[in-house]
């Protein structure tokens, strides 16, 4: 998708949301469909929300940085009937035992960005503190 031109781009997505929607695996669909987006090193500043791309701008734009891909992987979600009635928040929080920088979508009781891995936020490591927390406005 990511090499396409602007209007099939959004076509192919339209497309990958509604194959969400039946997906058995929705959550490792999305992150395995934005690790394939052409990377960046830094796009957007995770730390201020008012410059953060829409999803449509963010799929004009096709620079995906990590928090880029989250904020794909986040809208991705949001943009299906399956989980547009979920609590999506996006934190950025810091391991305190390395000073390494995660950025994280929560959804329910499931984190996606920690070590590239799906987990439950029961098995989110305590040395990650968040710093940052987004309560993401639901989408139409």
């Given at each position: 998708m990511f090499n396409k031109d602007y209007e099939t781009r959004v076509s192919l997505w339209r497309q990958f949301r509604?194959?969400?929607e039946l997906s058995k695996t929705p959550l490792q669909d999305v992150v395995n469909f934005y690790e394939t987006a052409p990377t960046v090193s830094i796009h957007t500043d995770p730390w201020?929300?008012?410059?953060?791309p829409d999803p449509w701008e963010l799929v004009y734009e096709n620079q995906y940085c990590?928090?880029?891909k989250l904020l794909g992987i986040c809208y991705s979600l949001q943009l299906t009937e399956r989980f547009n009635q979920k609590k999506f928040e996006?934190?950025?929080?810091?391991?305190h035992t390395n000073t390494e920088t995660y950025y994280l979508l929560f959804i329910d009781d499931q984190v996606i960005g920690y070590n590239d891995e799906i987990i439950s936020n029961e098995n989110l490591?305590?040395?990650i503190v968040s710093?940052?927390?987004y309560t993401m406005?639901?989408?139409q």
């Open positions: 509604e194959d969400l201020d929300d008012t410059t953060w990590g928090f880029c996006i934190h950025i929080g810091i391991d490591p305590s040395t710093h940052k927390t406005p639901a989408l």
